[in-house]
């Protein structure tokens, strides 16, 4: 089973950018279907990114569409969500999860990280 980890979370003022990581400890990362969703105070959990098993085919929530970028290096078996121009409203903890398919779906996702906290300040 594939194990998840996220960093890179931590405070920044709106405007700012902070880059995440999702490392995956398993042997079969470049089969896997990953995405980010959130979830802040008092919300929901949200979708975030979607990307596909090749990293060729992303999705994105219309509140980060142009801001955030998601990418993978099937490589290092690392998953990433680049984050510009953020505001107060990014504010949550961010989890990176494996998915059954390419879904936006959270429902959908199975193997989940510990989640990583975003704070940006206004």
């Known amino acids: 089973q594939v194990q998840l980890v996220e960093s890179g979370g931590g405070l920044v003022q709106a405007g700012g950018s902070l880059r995440l990581t999702c490392a995956a400890s398993?042997?079969?990362?470049?089969?896997?279907?990953m995405g980010w969703f959130r979830q802040a105070p008092g919300k929901v959990r949200e979708f975030v990114a979607v990307?596909?098993?090749?990293?060729?085919?992303?999705s994105y929530a219309d509140s980060v569409k142009g801001r955030f970028t998601i990418s993978r290096d099937n490589a290092k078996n690392t998953l990433s969500l680049q984050m510009n121009t953020l505001k107060p409203e990014d504010t949550a903890v961010y989890y990176c999860?494996?998915?059954?398919?390419?879904?936006?779906?959270?429902?959908?996702?199975?193997?989940w990280g510990q989640g990583t906290q975003v704070t940006v300040s206004s």
């Open positions: 990307i596909s098993r090749s990293g060729g085919t992303t």
């Open positions: 999860a494996v998915g059954s398919t390419y879904s936006t779906n959270s429902a959908t996702f199975y193997i």
């Open positions: 398993g042997r079969t990362f470049s089969s896997l279907n």
